[in-house]
């Protein structure tokens, strides 16, 4: 059974940085594009950022220049490398995955807590 499962998560003050992993395991193959989501409590999942197999990347507004996304397709790990990191990014973080032919497939989460 396919499965993702991230990890990185934690608490940090403002300005600092995290880094965050997602592995994928189990029957999946072929994954075009792996992504980061965040949901804030009381708000919508969002995306973060998300990567294609190839290497092209897109981040969303909020995170641009602060945040960068990396991929190893040989072991199906996406990383999102978190710096400058504020107050209002504090989110359960989400890893996704888009394998061609397969349902999509999330993780479970990871807390991330940006507090003085």
């Known amino acids: 059974q396919a499965q993702l499962v991230e990890s990185g998560g934690g608490s940090v003050q403002p300005g600092g940085s995290l880094r965050l992993s997602c592995s994928a395991s189990g029957s999946i193959f072929n994954i075009a594009t792996m992504g980061w989501y965040r949901q804030a409590p009381g708000k919508q999942r969002e995306l973060v950022a998300g990567i294609t197999t190839g290497g092209y990347s897109n981040y969303a507004k909020f995170v641009k220049g602060r945040f960068t996304i990396s991929r190893n397709n040989a072991n199906n790990t996406v990383y999102l490398q978190m710096n400058s990191l504020k107050i209002e990014d504090t989110a359960v973080y989400y890893c996704?995955?888009?394998?061609?032919?397969?349902?999509?497939?999330w993780g479970k989460g990871t807390l991330v807590t940006v507090s003085s």
């Open positions: 996704k995955a888009e394998p061609v032919g397969q349902d999509d497939l």
